[in-house]
């Protein structure tokens, strides 16, 4: 089993920057694909980036492209969420997720959550 515990969310305005991160219990976090999640006010929970246990292979979403980079520190059992040129729409609570399977685009196959933690992003 993994534990995840998501920090470093917060109140920035646009155009600005933040890191997430999601510290995982456990010594096989190595063995896990993870991923990033959100969830806006009245939406869907949405993968908005994730990566594979060897970090070969990452996934983005349309709207984070170019923005967003996801990585992963398996020695330290912690995944990163960078986050660059914040817009206001980024504005939602993020969360980390675990994937035994590394298939890391399909939603239903991340067996562990995180808490979340709260970005919000003014205009």
């Known amino acids: 089993q993994v534990q995840l515990v998501e920090s470093g969310g917060g109140l920035v305005q646009a155009g600005g920057s933040l890191r997430l991160s999601c510290a995982a219990s456990?010594?096989?976090?190595?063995?896990?694909?993870m991923g990033w999640f959100r969830q806006a006010p009245g939406k869907e929970r949405e993968l908005v980036a994730a990566?594979?246990?060897?970090?070969?292979?990452?996934y983005y979403a349309d709207s984070v492209k170019g923005r967003f980079t996801i990585s992963r520190e398996n020695a330290k059992n912690t995944v990163y969420l960078r986050m660059n040129s914040l817009k206001p729409e980024d504005t939602a609570v993020y969360y980390c997720?675990?994937?035994?399977?590394?298939?890391?685009?399909?939603?239903?196959?991340?067996?562990?959550w995180g808490q979340g933690t709260q970005v919000t992003v003014s205009s």
């Open positions: 456990g010594r096989t976090f190595s063995m896990y694909a």
């Open positions: 997720a675990a994937n035994r399977l590394q298939t890391i685009v399909t939603m239903s196959h991340y067996d562990y």
């Open positions: 990566i594979n246990w060897s970090s070969t292979n990452t």
